[in-house]
C-alpha cells in the first residue's frame, strides 16, 4: 500500500489547557535562566496565553484506509485546536494558527543519537545565528519518557527577537534514543503558551513504525 501524508484530526478537542501541579512538574524541566528577564514592549505585550488554548488529537503519515483509528498513523500528537498543519516531510508537520506568528513543529528525530547528543548538535548548528542567546539546556525524565531541550533567543531577518524551545524525545522505548523532535517558537510574549503546547506535545507524542 502506498503510504500517504495527510493529516487526520478527532473530533473531540482536549479541553482548555490547565497547567496544574501535575502539569508544573513536566513545564519545570524547561530550561530557564532567571537573569535573563525580557520586558516587552507594549505593542508586544499580546502574546499566547495558556487559557486561549483548546486541543485535538492529531495524526498524520498514514496509509490508505482507517484515518482516524490511529493504527495506520506513523505520528501523532495533541496539538492546539484551529492551527493548520503543513506537511514539510513524510513525518515532519508544522502546525500554525490563523494569525499570529508562533509554530508547533514535530519530526522524526536523530533516533542514531541520544537525546543529549541531539541537543548538542541542535546548539552547534545554531553557531553563528544572529545574537543568539541560549537560556538553558536541560535533561529530565517524565514517567518512561526521556527527553533533552534547548531553550534560545534570536533576532530573525526583520529585527525581531524570536524564542524558540526544541525538544528531543525517546520515542520507541529504548531509554534516551532522540526519535522525536519538538519545537515551539513564536515571540518572547508567547512563551507561557507555547510552554503549554511543549508540554502537551511531549506527553502524547508517538512515533510509530
Given at each position: 500500500?502506498?503510504?500517504?501524508?495527510?493529516l487526520a484530526v478527532s473530533a473531540a478537542t482536549a479541553g482548555i489547557a490547565a497547567v496544574g501541579a501535575a502539569g508544573a512538574v513536566l513545564?519545570?524541566?524547561?530550561?530557564?535562566n532567571a537573569a535573563t528577564t525580557h520586558t516587552v514592549a507594549a505593542s508586544n505585550a499580546t502574546g499566547l496565553k495558556?487559557?486561549?488554548?483548546?486541543?485535538?488529537?492529531?495524526?498524520?503519515?498514514?496509509?490508505?484506509?482507517?484515518?482516524?483509528?490511529?493504527?495506520?498513523?506513523?505520528?501523532?500528537?495533541?496539538?492546539?485546536?484551529g492551527w493548520k498543519v503543513t506537511s514539510l516531510n513524510h513525518?515532519?508537520?508544522?502546525?500554525?494558527?490563523?494569525?499570529?506568528?508562533?509554530?508547533?513543529?514535530?519530526?522524526e528525530g536523530p533516533y542514531d543519537l541520544t537525546t543529549?547528543?541531539?541537543?548538542?548538535?541542535?546548539?552547534k548548528s545554531l553557531k553563528g545565528t544572529k545574537n543568539l542567546k541560549v537560556q538553558?539546556?536541560?535533561?529530565?525524565?517524565?514517567?518512561?519518557?526521556?527527553?533533552?531541550?534547548?531553550?534560545?533567543?534570536?533576532t530573525d531577518s526583520a529585527k525581531h527577537t524570536r524564542w524558540v524551545a526544541?525538544?528531543?524525545?525517546?520515542?520507541?522505548?529504548?531509554?534516551?534514543?532522540?526519535?522525536?523532535?519538538?519545537?515551539?517558537g513564536g515571540t518572547v510574549a508567547d512563551k507561557a503558551g507555547l510552554t503549554t503546547v511543549?508540554?502537551?506535545a511531549t506527553t502524547s507524542a508517538y512515533l510509530a513504525g
Open positions: 500500500m502506498n503510504k500517504k501524508i495527510k513545564l519545570g524541566a524547561l530550561p530557564s495558556p487559557s486561549s488554548l483548546s486541543f485535538v488529537n492529531a495524526r498524520w503519515y498514514c496509509m490508505s484506509g482507517n484515518w482516524f483509528g490511529g493504527k495506520n498513523c506513523h505520528v501523532g500528537a495533541i496539538v492546539p485546536k513525518s515532519d508537520a508544522k502546525f500554525t494558527p490563523k494569525s499570529g506568528s508562533y509554530f508547533l513543529r514535530i519530526a543529549k547528543q541531539a541537543v548538542a548538535q541542535k546548539q538553558g539546556v536541560a535533561t529530565a525524565r517524565s514517567g518512561g519518557i526521556v527527553y533533552s531541550t534547548i531553550v534560545y533567543t534570536y526544541t525538544r528531543y524525545q525517546d520515542a520507541y522505548g529504548r531509554g534516551s534514543s532522540a526519535g522525536l523532535e519538538i519545537t515551539v511543549l508540554a502537551r
